[in-house]
């Protein structure tokens, strides 16, 4: 039995796939390229896969992570082979057979994610920016089965930093928590930045085509330690998403 | 170079992702620019050339134009990058920071509509080039030879977009994005976008300028519903099989989706180019289904097509149908220039030939209009043109029938939808047509003739699908997939190859009646679902009469082996509302449900064990059919079934231990009042779509009362009119498929 790992960029119009879409998608591409991954036993068998972060539908990702247990032999340059059969909009950047004495599944090391976000229209927002992360209490409403309450979502806000800011144009990166029970989707956090900053809002809504307020674009980026090749300078991040028992970095 | 090639050249040189989105999206524009200039007639001037654009050198400059924009002088580091793949397009690369465009439009070279298109896409998309150039002033404010350059090439580039707007006599916008929807903003307003991205595996994007007959398949319900549906797979693979044809995909959009377009202001798009659908030379709905009607009416309408093929012009698409409902298509009738009634493998490829030579002639300035084409197609056998039916006067429409099933069309690469669909899995047609005459049936009767598929080519479609698309499950489809001869060894056979590779087999379509023992044995090594079972009627007598040979022994027969091979779940389908159908027939489906128990417990008995017995009583509404032996049977209203069902469900909760499920009486009505209807028929579908009908098969959306409403206000009275024996039936003139003495 192997345990292999796919590192890889989703882009393009697939960004708006589901993650248990996504997830069916790569059990095909793995199928189709002799990359079987096992099954559990019993009447309802199920492919031993997973993603290690979900992403919201609509953000592109230069980073992510796939991992899956393998009967058979990888074979040939397997990185090319699902290359080959990806449609466009995903792309593999590594293939990695899962170190041993890593023994549990690449989610449970997730605690954060960083994600770069673009605001447009607007020329304070660094200033705004800033003073969003300065704030103390930042609650949001949350609805679960039909009932609203309230929750702060600063605990989970870790780490920003203005990328770069041009006139009229932010990009910042942001770190947020990820993973096993604790995650912020950046929509949230996004949601509730233009939310205490309305005009942050409207304004970016002057962009707006054919009449619909335009969202600002998410790029998600867990760890620069990952993702060498795949991030530009202009992407560094500060926080490694994927961390060992000892504190470094996993891959 | 292709744009896949670019792409692969950008992966390889590690370009970032956004410099890859930016460099498609301005090589999709100059392509777009280029072929649009090429079209309207475009030479270049004789000292820069002479001759018509080079939209290779175009493509291959515009894709990789910021291949090196991760370092410095990335244009003369790309131009070095460039240049031995294409001398020309590395020129391209270099000159395009720094470019001034010519003082005389009409000078223009490939280099202007590369650096054109960049300079008119943010990203990977278009904004126009004023909202460029306001960024490149905020982001060089502080550098004054850009802003200058900025500033002198400002005047020249509106004055070269103006030409190429009146030259081209279209909109730059228009010109640059190929006509394309842009469709994210759409998609951010849906649940469900993965429905409307395209790109699966499997899918086929033409090169939209090829010359060839575009052609839109339409399937009037939701994507996943039509993405399950093997005569798409078999048409969309045949038709982009020829080099002469393009076909692409549209389904009905959900809810949210459909506002989004209204709000948006933006047409119905195809999924693989995103073109506007009424941009297409023909739009070819299936009709599966009449609960779909209203579907086929919302989608022209977003398409923005003209409805009535009386009101469609020289520019407007071919609007076409085929499908099962084909067998009475006179409800539909004004919508549609033409019907291929039967098969419609033969009769498409005939149609798209006719078409190539109509538009070749059109493009070489001949006088020929719609009408001419259409007198065409009338000749192809299968095809119905309403439009030149003399009323009562049209002669009989034969049905299209592929003769040869071993060797006709099946696609190997099947598309496999993004999104969860009712079928996931790859399915093989094993068999077409029915040895069976239940006289209820429309599928049973559409042809006279059964075609097989041999094993041996069933399998080898089998494995290439599944090399195809990694799918792990397959299916072998055919309307009764228990009469195929030999389907036990086939089964078995199947069985045994695949369980090693993790795939399972599905039998849709099993008559329990026919199968042996041993291939139940074999199903239930692996697989215990449920067992299904299609009695129709409760009495032996009723059963004669439509036609269904199974017995009360048969079904015991099957609880017999199935039972003690662990099978739980059994569901027995019936109908109601059926010709010559008495008090007895109905008390007989519950008597069969108590039969069912009791049988259970008796074996249970004389095996010493309890066996877990869920039986489902599955109910649905008789609906007489065109083109069976029961269209000219009376269809019952509303309340009259309503009445059996109640009846029924009294008598089977009686009958203690078996679940009962029964089908909207109200749905049944409207379909059998669209099923059996004439031409008035069409305004009433039109008014209830107008009035918020769509999605009619689905419990949740259909409205009974805008239907009744619709049918009131068009003055065309809700009843089932053309029963008995001197009823002249509208769909007459439609070629019955297995003889049953039809009269009139
Ligand atoms: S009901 Fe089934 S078995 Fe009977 S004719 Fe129709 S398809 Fe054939």
Sequence with gaps: MKRCLVEFTKTGSLIYLSHLDLTRLFLRVLRMTELRPSYSQGFNPHPKMSLALPLPLGVHSVCEWLEFETEGDTGDDPLARLNARFPEGVHATRFLEKPAGYPKSLASYVDAASYEILIEGVEDAPKKFEEFFALPRIPLLKERKGRASEVDIRPQMLDHRIVKDMPGRLLASVTLSAGAGNTLNPLRFTEALLRTYPDLQSKSMEGATRGFPKSPILWNLPGTQLCPKAASPARMVTRTAILGADGNPLL | ?744
Aim: overall charge negative; hydrophobic content about 40%; glycine content about 8%.
């Design chain 2, 1 to 744: 170079m292709t744009r896949e090639d670019c792409l692969k050249i950008l992966e390889a040189y590690g370009a970032p992702e956004h410099v890859k989105r930016h460099c498609l999206g301005v090589g999709d524009a100059a392509r777009e620019i280029g072929f649009a200039l090429s079209e309207a007639g475009f030479r270049k001037a004789a000292d820069v050339g002479g001759g018509p654009l080079d939209t290779d050198v175009i493509m291959t400059a515009g894709y990789l134009h910021d291949i090196a924009r991760a370092g410095k002088d990335h244009d003369l580091v790309g131009a070095e990058i460039v240049t031995p793949i294409d001398a020309a397009a590395g020129d391209v690369v270099a000159r395009h920071m720094k470019l001034i465009f010519p003082e005389d439009p009409a000078r223009i070279t490939e280099a202007d509509i590369v650096s054109l298109a960049d300079r008119t896409v943010r990203e990977d998309h278009y904004v126009g080039y004023e909202a460029r150039m306001a960024d490149l002033l905020r982001r060089y404010a502080d550098q004054p030879e850009v802003v200058a350059r900025v500033h002198k090439n400002m005047d020249l580039a509106l004055r070269l977009i103006a030409w190429i707007e009146d030259f081209c006599g279209r909109d730059f916008q228009q010109i640059a994005t190929g006509g394309a929807v842009r469709i994210e903003p759409l998609l951010e307003r849906v649940e469900r976008p993965g429905r409307y991205i395209g790109g699966e595996i499997g899918s086929v994007r033409k090169d939209w300028h090829a010359d060839a007959v575009r052609f839109c398949f339409a399937f009037p319900d939701l994507y996943e519903i039509g993405m399950s549906y093997t005569g798409f797979q078999i048409l969309y693979g045949l038709l982009n099989a020829q080099p002469g044809a393009l076909c692409e995909r549209v389904f009905a959009p959900a809810q949210d989706m459909e506002k989004a377009l209204l709000e948006g202001d933006a047409p119905l798009f195809s999924l693989e180019s995103r073109q506007p659908v009424r941009v297409f030379d023909v739009i070819g709905f299936t009709l599966q289904y009449e609960l779909s009607y209203t579907n086929v009416v919302r989608m022209l309408l977003l398409a923005r097509v003209p409805l009535y093929t009386s009101m469609r012009g020289e520019a407007d698409p071919f609007v076409i149908a085929g499908g099962p409902c084909c067998a009475n298509p006179e409800p539909m009738a004004p919508f549609f220039d033409l019907f291929c009634v039967g098969d419609g493998e033969d009769t498409l490829l005939a149609l798209c030939e006719k078409l190539r030579l109509w538009k070749a002639e059109k493009a070489a300035g001949g006088n020929v209009v719609r009408a001419d084409f259409l007198k065409a197609a009338a000749e192809i056998e299968g095809v119905y043109v309403p439009s030149l039916a003399d009323a009562g006067k049209q002669p009989v429409v034969r049905r299209a029938v592929v003769e040869d099933l071993e060797n006709a069309f099946f696609p190997a690469r099947p598309v496999v939808p993004h999104i969860e669909s009712v079928h996931d899995r790859a399915a093989v047609e094993i068999m077409r047509g029915c040895y069976r005459s239940c006289r209820f049936c429309q599928a049973g009767f559409a042809c006279a003739k059964v075609r097989r598929r041999s094993p041996e080519k069933i399998k080898a479609l089998l494995k290439e699908a599944l090399a195809n698309t990694g799918y792990d499950e397959v299916s072998l489809l055919s309307l009764s997939t228990g009469d195929y001869p030999g389907i036990e060894r086939l089964v078995t056979d199947l069985m045994q190859e695949l369980a090693p590779m993790d795939v399972s087999l599905s039998l849709p379509s099993l008559r329990l009646d026919s199968l042996k023992a041993e291939t139940l044995e074999k199903i239930a090594e692996y697989k215990r679902t449920s067992l299904t079972f299609a009695p129709e009627a409760g009495t032996q007598r009723l059963r004669d009469v439509l036609h269904k040979q199974i017995t009360e022994e048969d079904l015991m027969r099957v609880l017999e082996i199935a039972l003690p091979l662990g099978f739980q779940k059994f569901k027995f389908y019936f109908m109601i509302g059926l010709p010559t159908e008495t008090q007895e027939d109905l008390d007989g489906i519950a008597g069969l449900a108590c039969a069912a128990i009791a049988k259970a417990k008796a074996l249970g008995a004389e095996h010493g064990v309890k066996y877990n017995f869920h039986l489902t009583v599955s109910v649905s509404n008789f609906v007489p059919k065109p083109g069976t032996p029961f269209e000219r049977e009376r269809g019952c209203g509303e309340a009259e079934l309503l009445e059996k069902i109640y009846y029924l469900k009294e008598a089977v909760r009686r009958a203690k231990g078996a679940n009962f499920r029964y089908h909207d009486t109200r749905m049944s009505h409207i379909e059998m009042l669209l099923a059996k209807g004439d031409r008035s028929a069409a305004a009433v579908i039109e008014r209830a779509a107008r009035d918020g009908a769509g999605f009619d098969s689905w419990r949740e959306y259909f409205d009974y009362e805008n239907w009744l409403r619709a049918f009131e206000a068009c003055g065309v009275p809700a009843e089932d009119r053309y029963t008995g024996l001197d009823a002249a039936l509208p769909w007459a003139f439609i070629e019955g498929g297995k003889e049953y003495g039809r009269e009139g």
